[in-house]
């Protein structure tokens, strides 16, 4: 807890810290667990419903509420995830939604590019404020066969359109592959070089869906870490909010390269985002356990208190780390299950 002065008296301002001093300022909130591109390390079959198939995800009203309560609770960044986020029919009065609390001041979407020519503009007047893209390689034969989609120039146009409509950098995901893209860094580097695009490299990881893809190409990032040093990229400092990647610069470059390395040695200790469902579970890790439900106090009757005292609670049931180096992915079965 902290505390402010306000015309003379001091309000207490409620944080959430677990039980190993770790402060979160970061929620990935799913708002739907549906995708229409099928990449091999996440949905390579297409979407199937997970669980109950009559389930409804949150709506604008129900997300409203729960960003209130983290809002209240020092949250400071929502980043809507999914499967594909703009799916949802009513994207823009999500975004709404979760802007109407002036705290938060950092609201981003991670999405697969299939709409993002035609609707950037209209998310940002409605209050994104950041853009992740995923692009697993620049080669559009190659991207087609890891997502099961031909849209690479479309993609591509997306994040074209996405500068023209203001946004002065785009970050973009790239999951790492053995023998894939890991392979293709000089190209990778060639094309951040005179835009304002942060490529980060996703480690791959293993799911309860995706074990055997991820004994045949996980790689580790320190090999691009170390090439990137030798070539004189420098590593940045981090932000409270941002996220766990490591960031490194190069006078050279207007671009930048993140590394996000989930098996690295105390990659757990600067956590600092929780995760909310599309169907409003509250996740303390990625791979961790099913959820806390928070849905029967996403109703406007229900008690915003009692809300944000199942969040902080639950928070002190956060584990120091994942388990994913005992091969125990918790119960993620794929990456759009609870948001990646």
Known sequence: MSASPVF?????????????????????????DVCNFRCTYCLPDGYRPNGNTNKSFLSPDEIRRVTRAFAELGTEKVRLTG????????FCDIIAAVRSHSSITTLAVTTNGYRLA??????????????????????????????GQDKFLQVM?????AFDAGFSKV?????????????????FLDWIKPRPIQLRFIELMETGDGAELFRQRHVSGDAIRRRLL????????????????????????QGEIGLIMPYAKDFCASCNRLRVSATGNLHLCLFGEEGIPLRDLLDGDASLAALKLRIAGGLQMKKQTHFLHQGNSGSTRNLSFIGG
Do not use: C
């Open 8 to 32: 003379g008296k001091v309000l207490t301002v409620p944080q959430l810290i677990d039980a190993f001093a770790r402060k979160f300022y970061y929620l990935r909130l799913s708002v739907t």
């Open 171 to 187: 970050k973009v995901n790239t999951v790492l592959m053995r023998d894939v893209n890991d392979i293709h860094l000089d190209a």
């Open 118 to 147: 035609r609707d950037i503009a209209s998310w940002r007047d409605a209050g994104l404020t950041a853009l992740n893209v995923s692009v697993d390689s620049l080669d559009a034969r190659q991207f087609k066969a890891i997502t």
């Open 157 to 161: 146009a997306g994040i074209d359109a």
């Open 83 to 90: 499967g594909e986020p703009s799916l949802r029919r009513d």
């Open 230 to 253: 030798a070539l004189g990229w420098e590593l940045q400092p981090r932000g409270r909010t941002d996220g766990p990647a490591l960031v490194f610069r190069h006078a050279d470059y």
